[in-house]
């Protein structure tokens, strides 16, 4: 099955930093690259996804870069704010199974 | 309508009690899923719903039964239970349109608390 490695666990900055999660797998047969949003309470929500065929996805102020030679993806989001605290999951896919990874804690401190 | 729902929120039952969770969408999606999330983990996967017919079974214990009746609804049917079950149950849909790299929407989840 697919190992899915995500770091860092928890970040902190400061509102209007930059934040950057990383995300590394192993099956080389993935091609679909999502990350997920959770708040408390709530269920995961897709923020922002890519493809295997696409190298860089941008959506305002967040964007995620894929690189598959080297088997990992990272999420930017850019102009923080503290709306946006929350844990983030990375999720490779491979056929219909989907992997998350740990998820990343963020908090955004005003 | 980007939409899937979830009932109930939250369910408190016994190791005995037969209790169902439901979900429900209308995007005309034809995969349905069913996830585990214990508290501070990332959610597991415990079934798959291909076009009304399981597709995957995630090794999951049979005091938990998936039905799909149909296309918009998928319920988890909840027997004999133990506490370590005790964890937000997800439920998410996914199109099925491009083979296996269909975006997938997810409930806000039944909170389930096993006494």
């Known amino acids: 099955g697919e190992n899915v490695e995500q770091h860092p666990s928890t970040l902190s900055v400061q509102e209007g930093d930059s934040a950057v999660i990383k995300c590394t797998y192993s099956?080389?047969?993935?091609?679909?690259f999502p990350w997920y949003k959770q708040e408390l309470g709530k269920g995961p929500q897709l923020i922002i996804d890519?493809?295997?065929?696409?190298g860089e996805k941008k959506d305002q102020r967040i964007a995620v870069t894929l690189n598959k030679t080297a088997k990992h993806f990272s999420l930017h989001i850019t102009e923080t704010q503290p709306e946006d605290s929350a844990v983030y999951f990375c999720?490779?896919?491979?056929?219909?199974?989907?992997?998350f990874g740990i998820g990343t804690k963020l908090q955004v401190i005003p | 309508d980007t939409e899937v729902t979830q009932t109930p929120k939250h369910l408190v039952m016994g190791m005995t009690n037969k209790k169902s969770l439901k979900c429900e969408q209308h995007?005309?999606?034809?995969?349905m899923y069913w996830y585990k999330q214990k508290a501070k983990k990332p959610p597991e996967l415990m079934f798959v719903?291909?076009?009304?017919?399981?597709?995957i079974n995630e090794s999951v214990p049979s005091r938990f039964s998936p039905e799909c009746p149909n296309s918009s609804l998928l319920n988890l049917h909840l027997h004999a239970l133990q506490p370590e079950d005790s964890a937000l149950y997800l439920c998410?849909?996914?199109?099925?349109?491009?083979?296996?790299?269909?975006?997938?929407?997810f409930g806000p989840g039944t909170r389930l608390t096993v006494l």
């Open positions: 099956d080389s047969a993935s091609n679909y």
């Open positions: 995007m005309g999606h034809r995969a």
């Open positions: 999720a490779p896919r491979e056929d219909q199974k989907v992997t």
């Open positions: 890519i493809r295997s065929n696409v």
């Open positions: 719903y291909s076009y009304e017919k399981l597709s």
């Open positions: 998410a849909s996914s199109q099925l349109g491009r083979q296996y790299t269909d975006t997938q929407y």
